[in-house]
């Protein structure tokens, strides 16, 4: 009998969840499309590239929209067998909230498992394969800026190529940069290497570099301390210059830190990322968990638009508070574990306490 009810409570959460999924993940893929189209149709882009682009973000929107579309699903979905007294009618078969709630955790554990498999490998490469399309079609012209996994390259003037491993563009600074100047022959006549590239007084000024040069006596080695930069453009005309840690899976991005890390570089935005590709997947379980209070309030308390707005609420305090962590992770106020924690801690804390609340 208890699997017969487990498989009751978890199917009408799924197929409000089904519905929910299809709703706000339908509205999201419609702004991306209509927002991204005009990119594609201002380079002529075949109907079919535009296409594979658009299908390549959706799991990148049902990674993000999973977690609320739970929460909206587990309230409504209890409210439903609320309405018709099916909750009550259990609680005087004797079944406790507990066990209620149990098939719907389950369902919040299982999608939480599958966010962790899809986070980790399956999302970055389907959004770095998006932007390998959109880089295609939109960067012909010599300026182009291409993110290759955790490199980052441009070309300014001709047969000149830059190489950075991160940049604040804001403040004017890119770390780990490599020039290549090509001798027109196929070869590199000179290869310039800097810890960092800094933007002040309207030029870029390489510092704690070296250079290689190609001579007719081979190879000649020179350090310098500081020394202008053949980079010309200022940084608000350079486009997006950084490593993109959504486009990484999980391993590389792990990398990614260690190297930087270890290369004395500015880590810590990427730390914060790194954690919160741990964290945010248990968003899932949480908003189920703090779902099933809510759920749960007797029928005539509240309707259905209630329902929907209480959820509205929720995601909205939720990811403000999500979002504010991070940026005092990225900027070291918060360490980068807390920052990515500490919402989904708090939060699970709360449906924890307000659930054992209904229990009593």
Known sequence: ???????????????????????????????????????????????????????????????????????????LGLGMLSGRSEITAMRAAGIGLTRVAMPLLL???????????????????????????????????????????????????????FGIQSADVVEGIMWGVRIMELDGKGGVS???????????????????GRVVR??????????????????????????DVAVHPDNLTSERLARYVARLTQDGYNATPYRVDLAARGAFPFVALVMV?????????PPRSHGLARGIGICLLIALVFWLFYSMSLALGRT???????????????????GAYRLLGVRG
């Open 1 to 75: 009998m208890m699997g017969v009810l487990m498989r009751y409570v978890a199917g009408e959460q799924v197929r409000v969840l089904l519905l929910t999924v299809a709703a706000l993940g339908g509205v999201d893929f419609t702004i991306s499309a209509l927002d991204k189209m005009r990119g594609f149709t201002g380079h002529d882009a075949a109907a079919g590239t535009m296409l594979q682009y658009l299908l390549l973000g959706i799991p990148k929107i049902l990674y993000e929209v999973l977690p609320f579309s739970l929460l909206i699903a587990t309230v």
């Open 107 to 161: 369902v919040g554990g299982l999608f939480t498992l599958l966010m962790l498999w899809a986070g980790m490998g399956f999302v970055p490469q389907a959004n770095a394969t998006g932007q390998r399309i959109m880089a295609a079609v939109k960067h012909g012209d010599s300026g182009a800026v291409l993110n290759q996994g955790d490199q980052v390259w441009f070309r300014s003037g001709e047969g000149v190529f």
């Open 190 to 208: 000179r290869l310039i290497t800097a810890r960092r590239m800094v933007w002040d007084n309207n030029r870029w000024t390489l510092e704690d």
């Open 214 to 239: 190609d001579t007719a006596d081979g190879l000649r080695l020179t350090t310098f301390e500081t020394r202008l930069s053949p980079l010309d453009r200022p940084p608000h005309l350079l486009g």
């Open 289 to 297: 968990l703090v779902a099933i209070p809510f759920g749960l309030t």
């Open 332 to 350: 070291g106020v918060l360490a980068p574990a807390l920052s990515a924690w500490l919402p989904v801690a708090v939060f699970a804390a709360l």
